[in-house]
């Protein structure tokens, strides 16, 4: 009989829940306090020497200080091992992501419920300064009760170093498509990189479709570029926050993740008005506004400037 495997001598694994890409995902036993947890076990090769995993746990911990009902939290972190592991709050449910490609398109009201509890969640975080740089489908959970909460906090920075080092040699960590342009032409990363997420989170919920489906990191930036997709079947207030959180200079992008939630709770309740107003500059206006933000307003037409 195989032994079993134990993390940090306490939690017991005892069922294989998801496998990736990144990482294998437990579901175990804590037999100290008698529950069960998640627990993450990041491939070695991610993190391969101790300035990694060190950085690993300056992020859970960062990640750990957070409280706040739609955030999954970080109980325990381990790098003694070969495996990195996470030990996380185990969630009853399934990623928006498989909800999406069992089902399609999810009706607007529960896209924007959804995407409101997650802006919800990261305006808690960013206000304490933690970035989460990896939001998409697959890291937003819905609880039996339909609930969003969001996982994996400081991954995706922990592996930051490695994902530049493979991304130089063609390959990318993580969903290509959900990286906003900040990630992927190395501009400094803020919370409206999450905003990025966000909007291709609203999109897929909406559309069942990514709006940006390139394959290749420069194919992506092009894409993003040139700017969204129509949503011609879309809610127009919808429709007109999707674009701005996918704005390609973030700084056209909603102010912050708080304004976002508020925008979509007020359309929950029939208010299209304050979706409305953080919409993008229509192209054909951006020219009496170019004085005071050039850069911002080309980029979101698709042309370039020139003092």
Not at 70 to 89: F, H, N, R, T
Not at 194 to 206: I, K, N, R, S
Not at 263 to 269: D, E, G, I, Y
Request: proline fraction near 7%; charge should be negative.
């Amino acid at each position: 009989m195989a032994k079993t495997r134990r993390i940090l001598d306490r939690y017991r694994l005892t069922e294989r829940l998801a496998s990736g890409g990144s990482a294998e995902v437990w579901r175990a036993r804590d037999d100290q306090l008698q529950r069960d947890v998640a627990v993450k076990l990041l491939h070695p090769h991610l993190l391969p020497d101790k300035r990694s995993r060190d950085r690993l746990v300056a992020e859970a911990r960062a990640a750990a200080s957070l409280s706040h009902p739609g955030i999954v939290g970080i109980y325990d972190v381990d790098v003694s091992g070969e495996a990195p592991a996470l030990v996380m709050e185990l969630v009853d449910g399934e990623p928006l992501a498989a909800r999406l490609e069992r089902d399609g398109p999810l009706p607007s009201a529960e896209a924007a419920r959804i995407v409101a509890e997650v802006s919800e969640a990261l305006f808690h975080a960013h206000k304490r300064g933690v970035v989460h740089r990896d939001v998409k489908p697959g890291n937003i959970l819905l609880e039996r009760d339909g609930r969003a909460r969001l996982v994996d906090f400081g991954i995706a920075h922990s592996l930051a170093e490695t994902a530049e080092r493979l991304t130089l040699t063609g390959t990318v960590i993580g969903t290509l498509r959900y990286m906003g342009p900040e990630q992927l032409t190395g501009e400094p990363i803020t919370p409206r990189t999450d905003l990025y997420g966000l909007g291709t989170v609203l999109h897929e919920a909406l559309t069942g479709r990514a709006p940006f489906p390139s394959r290749t990191p420069v194919g992506l930036v092009e894409a993003q570029r040139a700017g969204p997709p129509a949503m011609d079947d879309v809610d127009p207030a919808l429709a007109a926050l999707t674009s701005a959180c996918l704005a390609f200079d973030p700084a056209g992008r909603p102010l912050h993740a708080g304004a976002l939630a508020e925008a979509l709770r007020a359309w929950l309740a029939g208010d299209p008005q304050a979706a409305l107003a953080i919409a993008p500059v229509p192209a054909a206006d951006t020219q009496a506004g170019l004085g005071s933000q050039p850069f911002q307003f080309c980029l979101q037409i698709g042309i370039r400037h020139s003092n």
